[in-house]
């Protein structure tokens, strides 16, 4: 399998290095994009450097590169994740307006009809942000939220992060045991075993 992982600058740079992560571990081959806001989040956000994040990935294309491979619908892919997507990206994607590797890639994404999934993380939201969500939406793209659910009792905030790395895993068809599925009310609580993917 082979998929594009995109890290913008939204907040939860996160998610982002925890998707490459898992991804590495299921043996799944990545191309990764980082935004230059995407950098300067993850050095407000985290303590990871850029050449770490790098090397989660199979390989990596800057972001100013439109001769990568990514930028043309020719080169396969199974899909494409921007985890998290910036209001700015998503505006991007939306507009059609593909001026860097990421948006360029997500035009190619869509026009192709491959799977896109969209982690967006924005609060509170403008009626220009949902309407940017609605157009990728009738475009064929997923917008998922950067939004855990709490049924499942988190105890960390990797609990928190796993989630929704995982909803967006199911949503490219990669199969995961970053959290337990619902089963239920009988099956629930603090006794239930999950399964987790090596950090
Ligand atoms: C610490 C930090 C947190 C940010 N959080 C968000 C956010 O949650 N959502 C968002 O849309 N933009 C956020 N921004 C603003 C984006 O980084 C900015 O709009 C940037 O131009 C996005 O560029 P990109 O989409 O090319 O990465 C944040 C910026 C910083 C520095």
């Known amino acids: 399998m082979r998929l594009i992982v995109a890290i913008s600058g939204a907040s939860g740079a ?11 571990d299921l043996g799944v081959q990545t191309h990764l994009v980082l935004t230059s806001a995407a950098l300067e989040t993850i050095r407000l956000e985290t303590d990871y450097k850029e050449d770490e994040i790098r090397g989660l990935a199979t390989e990596t294309h800057r972001v100013d590169d439109i001769t990568s491979k990514l930028a043309s619908g020719s080169f396969h892919t199974d899909g494409m994740l921007v985890i998290p997507c910036s209001m700015k990206t998503l505006a991007g994607i939306a507009s059609g307006f593909s001026d860097n590797l990421l948006l360029r890639a997500a035009d190619v994404t869509i026009k192709e009809r491959r799977r896109l999934v969209l982690v967006v993380r924005e609060a509170p939201l403008s009626l220009i942000h949902i309407e940017n969500m609605a157009t990728v939406t009738r475009a064929g793209a997923i917008v998922l939220p950067a939004m855990p659910a709490f049924y499942q009792r988190p105890k960390t905030v990797d609990d928190l992060v796993d989630q929704v790395v995982g909803k967006a895993l199911d949503l490219l068809g990669v199969e995961h045991n970053l959290f337990r599925r619902w089963d239920g009310p009988a099956n629930r609580g603090p006794k239930a075993r999950r399964g987790k993917a090596k950090r």
């Open 14 to 24: 996160v998610y982002g290095v925890r998707a490459l992560q898992v991804l590495r």
